[in-house]
Nanobody
């Protein structure tokens, strides 16, 4: 059974930073692609960032590129999302996800088999 637990969300002023963590159990994350998605009420969940298994290359949505950094600590079986220069439009619930099946797009919600419960990030002016 895979469990993903996010933490690190909160309230921050525009221009500030937060680091989200996603602690995994039941699977070794180094063997899988991990993603961060976000969702605001009334909108679909959208891709933010992904880190690929093995070589640890990364992929980012255009909206966060240059501001967010996804990383992985294999020893802690944890994935991070460092968020800098936060904007009001970054306000959302952030979800971490694990993709077990190769060949599927890393930017699609449907590609991921396991999800965390989400952590709220609120950016204020």
């Amino acid at each position: 059974q895979v469990q993903l637990v996010e933490s690190g969300g909160g309230l921050v002023q525009a221009g500030g930073s937060l680091r989200l963590s996603c602690a995994a159990s039941g699977r070794t994350i180094s063997s899988y692609t991990m993603g961060w998605f976000r969702q605001v009420p009334g909108k679909e969940r959208e891709f933010a960032a992904a880190i690929y298994w093995g070589r640890s290359s990364t992929n980012y949505a255009d909206s966060v590129k240059g501001r967010f950094t996804i990383s992985r600590d294999n020893a802690k079986n944890t994935v991070y999302l460092q968020m800098n220069s936060l904007k009001l439009e970054d306000t959302a619930v952030y979800y971490c996800a694990l993709k077990m099946t190769n060949g599927r797009s890393t930017t699609l919600v449907s590609s991921y088999e396991y999800w965390g419960q989400g952590t709220q990030v609120t950016v204020s002016s």
